[in-house]
């Protein structure tokens, strides 16, 4: 079920799985837009919100938990997550502030200015709008398994692209719901948050390397027995060895000399702007 979003990625895909309990793997974002489109596409399955059992969410981001809420008070379903994803929910607001207070730190360190800064922090809070705080009824842990009356899922902790990316494999049939950790179209970007515990390191470990902890579990996935991949966003696909490696590729390139232009007293912000471009200014 594709459900639109106010993103630049566009459409967010939720899963039903017609099983007992019948099951929501991810929500869209909080908006009417996206809880109208989502009501239509259960209709179409002779389904209501009202029916489901479960509500699987695989990450924190808001295109796919932030009608958590709404659906959970609507339906009484058990709501069920990695247990590193958990205090992420349930205390949205304060998580979402100490994610800005990080990039705040970091934005500033390397050397963009004040009023860019606090421009963008705006924009943050703006967002927080599409998300909201929900309770988690059931806490995973990595490697356990999510029992159905006709299958198990298994949940496997894959951080890189947010700090609690989780997948959910179905051992039998080599199906794959992937969340946002393996995309068909693009490359899932590594985004630099708080770190959670676990496989994403510990939190106020030094800065987050988001792109390390991203490549780390593109290499675990790439020897995974998978048929299919259920992706966050676009189609399903197969050989989900390539894609990986693909993803790896692309991400493990660098500058042929980086610290050339970071040395002194320049910073990555004012290094990166004298780098000459290779595209045209639109």
């Known amino acids: 079920m594709a459900i639109p979003t106010p993103f630049m990625v566009g459409r967010v895909n939720c899963y039903l799985i017609e099983d007992d309990p019948l099951t929501l793997v991810d929500t869209g974002p909080n908006s009417g837009k996206a809880l109208d489109c989502l009501e239509r596409e259960l209709a179409s399955h002779g389904r209501r919100i009202e029916d489901l059992g479960r509500i699987v969410i695989t990450h924190q981001h808001l295109d796919h938990m932030g009608l958590l809420d709404v659906l959970a008070r609507r339906s ?68 356990e398994a999510l029992e159905f009356a006709g299958r198990t899922l298994r949940a496997i902790h894959r951080p890189g692209h947010s700090p609690s990316d989780t997948i959910f494999l179905d051992e039998a049939d080599g199906t794959l719901l992937a969340g946002d950790h393996l995309l068909a179209h693009i490359s899932s970007n590594p985004l630099i948050s708080r770190q959670l515990g676990g496989k994403s390191g510990e939190p106020g470990d030094g800065r987050p390397r988001a792109l390390l902890t991203y490549l780390a579990s593109l290499r675990d996935t790439r020897e995974m027995e998978i048929s299919q991949v259920l992706p966050g966003h676009g189609d399903p696909f197969g050989d989900h060895a390539s894609r990986s490696r693909c993803g790896a590729t692309s991400r493990s390139r660098r500058p042929s000399s980086p610290s050339a232009r970071c040395s002194g007293t320049s910073t990555c912000c004012t290094s990166a702007a004298s780098w000459p471009s290779k595209r045209p200014v639109v």
Do not use: C, K, Q
Request: aromatic share 4%.
């Open 76 to 143: 009484g379903a058990e709501v069920v997550a990695l247990d590193l994803l958990a205090p992420v929910i349930e205390d949205y607001g304060a998580e979402a502030e100490r994610n800005d207070e990080l990039a705040e730190a970091l934005m500033l360190r390397h050397g963009i200015t004040r009023d860019v800064v606090t421009a963008l922090r705006a924009v943050s809070r703006s967002f927080r709008g599409w998300g909201g705080a929900a309770t988690v009824t059931r806490r995973l842990a990595d490697g």
